[in-house]
């Protein structure tokens, strides 16, 4: 019986492969793979790049995003939806672990501290603090 070699990637992963992913995934239906491929092309389109010189850098996919506000004409719900389509893609694509926050118990403190602001962008700031679970924060879970 012949056995069909593994295929290994060459180079750092780029939303190409993400993309490949989500187009070949079987456990998708179409309409989410049109919005995930959808927020892939919008990225692209965002910093003038094509999907396959975009390196797989949440790091810098989230300081783009975080600045497209000025740059751009997007409304602050599609910027919104753009970040978490992005995500959910590679999450799909397996390319790169994707860390759940959702479930995560806060130390009481830290809940009174987040419940004490109204501001929506403060709340979301330190939440992303709190939950990166930092050396020099405390007992998070």
């Known amino acids: 019986?012949?056995?069909?070699p593994e295929i290994t990637p060459v180079g750092p992963p780029t939303l190409q492969a993400v993309l490949d992913q989500i187009t070949s995934s079987t456990r998708i239906n179409e309409n989410r793979k049109r919005d995930l491929r959808s927020a892939i092309i919008s990225y692209?389109?965002?910093?003038?790049?094509?999907?396959?010189?975009i390196g797989l850098n949440l790091a810098e996919?989230?300081?783009?995003?975080d600045n497209a506000g000025g740059v751009s004409k997007?409304?602050?719900k599609r910027q919104a939806n753009l970040?978490?389509?992005l995500a959910s893609a590679v999450d799909i694509s397996g390319l790169l672990p994707m860390l759940r926050t959702g479930g995560i118990k806060l130390d009481p403190a830290w809940a009174a501290l987040l419940e004490s602001t109204t501001s929506l962008r403060i709340r979301n700031g330190l939440s992303r603090v709190l939950?990166?679970?930092?050396?020099e924060i405390p007992d998070l879970v």
């Open 83 to 85: 970040r978490s389509d």
């Open 1 to 4: 019986m012949n056995q069909i």
């Open 74 to 76: 997007m409304s602050p």
């Open 44 to 53: 692209g389109k965002l910093t003038d790049r094509p999907p396959s010189a």
């Open 131 to 135: 939950l990166r679970g930092r050396p």
């Open 61 to 65: 996919i989230r300081h783009v995003l």
